[in-house]
């Protein structure tokens, strides 16, 4: 079973927008980590924003924020207005304790997201 | 220069080789991860360390193997190369901080292409 599912393989938004990029996420765990990355055509990974299970508010970090909703299973980074270098692909990712007590990092398949002018 | 650098950026090898990944990081982060980014796969788990000599399989493992005698190196081998592992192989530290999830960062990939 998929542990991240991210639905929309591509998106496109007008430049000054607002986007949400959907998330949701699989763990019988009370204890993890959702992190989101950015990956420009240049190929590097960008790390953006992270939100603890266990943490009230939703994370935000400039123009990114994260839209928690615990009982969903979902994890939602939401852009807001959009720019041009946003255009990339965008990784949700989950960090959880496996039954050896250690930290896997696992990766949904990410969206392609275009910015439009 | 710190960070975290892999090795080579680019290799082509034939069908049935040996071939290994290196990868290196300077901040003494606990955790080193694998994985490998393919189209409509998104980036997949391999293997993982949690500190020297301590590692664990991740989503895909077979076909490759790892060791972590060091806490800085994490070397990627594998054994006998197949087309299928054709890919682009991405490394990645973090800390290990009780009670905390710590993001990732992540070397600038290697690009691996079987023949």
């Known amino acids: 079973a998929q542990k991240i599912t991210q639905t929309q393989p591509g998106m496109f938004v007008q430049e000054k927008e607002a986007v949400t990029l959907d998330c949701t996420y699989d763990t019988s765990d009370q204890s993890y980590g959702l992190f989101w990355y950015k990956q420009p055509s240049s190929g590097e990974m960008i790390f953006l924003i992270y939100q603890g299970s266990y943490d009230e508010q939703n994370a935000t970090e400039g123009r990114y924020s994260l839209n928690f909703q615990k009982a969903r299973k979902s994890a939602n980074l939401v852009i807001s207005a959009s720019q041009l270098g946003d255009s990339a692909m965008y990784f949700c990712a989950m960090r959880e304790v496996m039954d050896t007590g250690r930290r896997a990092l696992t990766f949904g398949s990410g969206t392609r997201l275009q910015v439009q002018p | 220069d710190a960070g975290i650098t892999q090795s080579p950026r680019y290799k082509i090898t034939e069908t049935g080789r040996q071939v290994t990944l290196m990868c290196h990081q300077t901040w003494s982060h606990s955790y080193m991860f694998w994985y490998r980014q393919d189209l409509g796969h998104g980036l997949r788990l391999i293997y993982y360390?949690?500190?020297?000599?301590?590692?664990d399989k991740g989503e895909v493992p077979d076909g490759y193997v790892v060791s972590r005698s060091k806490t800085e190196n994490f070397p990627l081998t594998l054994e006998s190369a197949t087309r299928s592992q054709t890919s682009v192989y991405f490394c990645?530290?973090?800390?290990?901080?009780?009670?905390?999830?710590?993001?990732?960062?992540f070397g600038q990939g290697t690009r691996l292409t079987v023949v």
């Open positions: 360390s949690a500190a020297a000599d301590i590692t």
């Open positions: 990645a530290s973090s800390e290990a901080r009780t009670g905390a999830f710590t993001e990732a960062f």
